[in-house]
Structure formats: C-alpha cells, structure tokens
C-alpha cells in the first residue's frame, strides 16, 4: 500500500513538473513529497510534526545554501574561456568542503532533533532520508 502511495504521488509529481516545465515548482513538490514520506515514515504526532518540521527545513536550507555556494564557484569555473589551475583548486576545494559542511550542519541539527525525538525516530528519520533519495533516483533511471 505504501509503496503504491509512493509510486502514484511521484508519478503524478513527475506529470506535473514535466507539464509545468517549472523547476522551482517542481521542487517545492519534491520538498513537499519528501516532508511527508519522513512525517509518515517516522510516525511524527501533530506535536511533533509543529516542532520538527521548521527546524528540519532550516536545517534543508542551510545544506542547499552551501552546495549552492560550491555549485556556483564550480559553475563560474566552467564558465571562463581559460580557467587556471588555481581556479580548478578553488573550485575543487569548495565542492570538497561542501561535503564536510553538510556534515557539520547535519551534527548541530542531529542535537536539535534529539530533542524533540525518540531514539527510534531519529534513527527513522534517517532510514526516510535514504528511502526518499532511492525512490528518487530509480524514477530517474527509468526515463
């Protein structure tokens, strides 16, 4: 049943984006999708899902300003006609420490969720974020 609701709202997601031709719209839907696997997933009570959620998101648009950050350094190098070898360095460098930052972000907020979640629905938590990038990522090799 579970695997049903998964398929059909990420068809119907996938219908809507293509239709759209909007990837900010398109994205938001994914946000949206990928919220309520983790509220479903890891059994979040109303209570729960009030306090949660917003710090969950901050945590989401922290993680995206970062690799943001690095994908733009690494895009602006791609850019110029004769990128130099200290150009190639700092680029590599911010999408290595991308990476690194994302773990640093993650542990702060890990403390956060730990107090406003059981042990096991940290762990779910975890398990959801996975589960959504697999379903994810088989809906694209299939096209």
Same mark, same amino acid.
């Given at each position: 049943?579970?695997?049903?609701? /998964?398929?059909?709202?990420?068809?119907?997601? !996938?219908?809507?984006? !293509?239709? =759209?031709?909007?990837?900010?719209?398109?994205?938001?839907?994914?946000?949206?999708?990928?919220? *309520?696997? /983790?509220?479903?997933?890891?059994?979040?009570?109303?209570? =729960? =899902?009030?306090?949660?959620?917003?710090? %969950? $998101? $901050?945590?989401? *648009?922290? /993680? %995206? =300003? !970062?690799?943001?950050? @690095?994908?733009?350094?690494?895009?602006?190098?791609?850019?110029?006609?004769?990128? !130099?070898?200290?150009?190639?360095? #700092? @680029? @590599?460098?911010?999408?290595?420490?991308?990476?690194? *930052?994302?773990?640093? /972000?993650?542990?702060?907020?890990?403390?956060?969720?730990?107090?406003?979640?059981?042990? *096991? #629905?940290?762990?779910?938590?975890?398990? @959801?974020?996975?589960?959504?990038?697999?379903?994810?990522?088989?809906?694209?090799?299939?096209?």
């Amino acid at each position: 049943m579970r695997r049903l609701f /998964i398929l059909l709202m990420l068809a119907t997601l !996938t219908l809507a984006a !293509t239709a =759209q031709g909007n990837r900010s719209k398109w994205g938001s839907e994914m946000l949206e999708a990928k919220h *309520r696997m /983790i509220i479903e997933e890891v059994g979040l009570s109303p209570t =729960q =899902q009030e306090q949660f959620m917003p710090v %969950y $998101e $901050e945590m989401e *648009r922290e /993680i %995206y =300003q !970062t690799n943001r950050d @690095a994908r733009t350094l690494a895009a602006n190098v791609e850019k110029k006609k004769a990128p !130099t070898d200290a150009d190639y360095a #700092q @680029a @590599a460098e911010a999408l290595s420490k991308a990476k690194v *930052r994302e773990g640093e /972000i993650e542990a702060k907020y890990f403390e956060k969720f730990s107090k406003m979640l059981t042990k *096991r #629905q940290l762990f779910l938590l975890k398990q @959801a974020e996975a589960k959504f990038t697999r379903t994810m990522l088989r809906g694209r090799q299939k096209k």
